[in-house]
């Protein structure tokens, strides 16, 4: 298990790296988000680590998307992601991306994964939406199907 996570420069990422992208290949994905738990934190070893990963990787026709969470200022993020021309992933009711061509958004429910969005929530989010040229929102909660239909819904009205 040391082997893996963090970005670290290990065959075991890499390998797991390869996989991710043979798999978003095959379902024609264009867009792949990198997750990190809030126990990644800002530290050297792992900035470092991110900026190695990122640069040694073949972006090809992928767009990449990080989501940091945890102990992140958003100075950091801004100047990471502009770095490495990733897309801050942000949970829009929690904070606001700071760096990106698109939006990318991860809604992880307000309180917690059990939260069910209200038709205010969903009418904050269409009118965000209607702002932004090119956004992706992610419902990523208990009731995850039933607020993203409800989305959908409320966008195409």
């Known amino acids: 298990e040391k082997n893996y996570g963090s970005f670290k420069p290990t065959e075991e990422v890499l390998l797991a790296w390869q996989r ?5 290949e095959v379902l024609r994905a264009r867009i792949i988000v990198f997750q990190c738990p809030a126990s990644f934190l800002p530290t050297g070893e792992n900035k470092d680590n991110l900026k190695r990963f990122f640069s040694s990787i073949e972006r090809e026709e992928f ?13 950091e993020i801004e100047s990471i992601c ?9 949970d829009l009711f929690q904070a606001r991306s700071t760096y990106g061509r698109i939006g990318y958004y991860r809604l992880h429910g307000r309180g917690g994964y059990k939260y069910r969005y209200t038709p205010k929530d969903l009418t904050r989010l269409k009118e965000f939406a209607e702002e932004e040229k090119d956004a992706y929102f992610m419902f990523n909660n208990v009731y995850m199907y039933e607020d993203a239909s409800a ?4 966008l195409e009205s």
């Open 63 to 75: 767009t990449f998307c990080w989501e940091p969470r945890g102990k992140w200022n958003e100075r």
């Open 82 to 90: 502009k770095e490495l021309d990733l897309i801050h992933v942000v």
């Open 20 to 24: 991710t992208k043979e798999i978003a």
């Open 151 to 154: 989305f959908k819904k409320l």
